[in-house]
């Protein structure tokens, strides 16, 4: 297995970042998932976008798209795996012990991994955490994700795949590495942005694509909605069948299977959306 680190590829054994790397020290740093299919990635130009902008919002550098373009084909190309999970990171690099930023240039990592196509349907647990809708982070993809890590402990406890949010005023928000979609009377809905979800990527493109509405949700519409969802980089749109202890028999319903055919054809058709 390779790997990219600063400017080259590298055996995976002899990869090294210093132990004083700010992302580890901090979790001052910044990242990005990618799904690769037979070795071409999906949506890149839109994760790059996003990338850029979680650089500027911790005030990082620009991240070079040209170098990470060319670093996501040469890890492919030397693992060209059917169904592949790229992983960006991009950090403050070097520096000191504490909270200040070093000064020695930033750290930049890109890997493969295999992954394997996610089920039809899913369960989901929601947790008592808070998103904070107001936050520095809020809205950006960091490395600071030891909230997650616990949520999805959480979560598997429970024989659950994803754990989903609430923000600080109690309106639905998003799972540790999702956005979520509900249905009612027919209609697909999804919390805005403003809930401080991610701007999800797939989020974005099933609402462009299925035409739902961002609208501020109680986080209790989980136990009336006819129909629950989430939209993930390797979930794409993936079924709820079970919300805490409430089922929903028949996950996918008719509009989530819907949006799963619209999402696999419109993705087909476009790789980089
Ligand atoms: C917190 C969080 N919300 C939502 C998502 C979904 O975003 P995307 O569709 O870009 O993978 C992710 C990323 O995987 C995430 O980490």
Request: glycine fraction near 10%; charge should be negative; hydrophobic fraction near 40%.
């Amino acid at each position: 297995m390779k790997i990219w680190l600063d400017g080259g590829l590298r055996d995976a054994e002899s990869a090294r970042v210093s132990v004083f790397d700010h992302g580890l020290t901090v979790g001052d740093g910044i990242f990005e998932t990618v799904k690769a299919v037979d070795g071409t990635t999906f949506a890149l130009t839109r994760h790059l976008d996003r990338l850029t902008r979680s650089a500027r919002g911790l005030g990082l550098p620009d991240p070079d798209h040209d170098e990470i373009r060319r670093a996501c084909a040469a890890v492919l190309e030397a693992d060209p795996t059917p169904l592949g999970r790229l992983r960006i990171t991009y950090t403050g690099g070097y520096g000191p012990l504490g909270s200040d930023r070093g000064d020695r240039g930033t750290t930049l990592v890109v890997a493969v991994g295999a992954t394997a196509r996610r089920a039809d349907s899913t369960a989901v647990v929601t947790v008592p955490w808070t998103r904070n809708e107001r936050g520095a982070l809020t809205g950006l993809k960091t490395t600071s994700y030891a909230e997650n890590v616990v949520a999805l402990a959480r979560a598997h406890q429970h024989g659950a795949t994803e754990a989903l949010f609430a923000n600080t005023v109690g309106q639905l928000c998003e799972g540790t590495g999702s956005n979520v979609f509900v249905v009612l009377d027919g209609e697909i809905h999804t919390p805005p942005l403003a809930s401080g979800c991610l701007a999800g990527i797939t989020r974005e493109l099933t609402v462009d694509w299925t035409g739902a509405r961002e609208t501020d949700l109680p986080l209790d519409v989980l136990e009336r909605a006819d129909e629950v969802f989430l939209t993930s980089t390797l979930r794409d749109v993936q079924a709820v069948h079970r919300v805490d202890d409430r089922e929903l028999p028949g996950a996918p319903g008719p509009v989530t299977a819907k949006a799963m055919r619209i999402f696999t054809e419109r993705a087909g058709n476009d790789l980089d959306p």
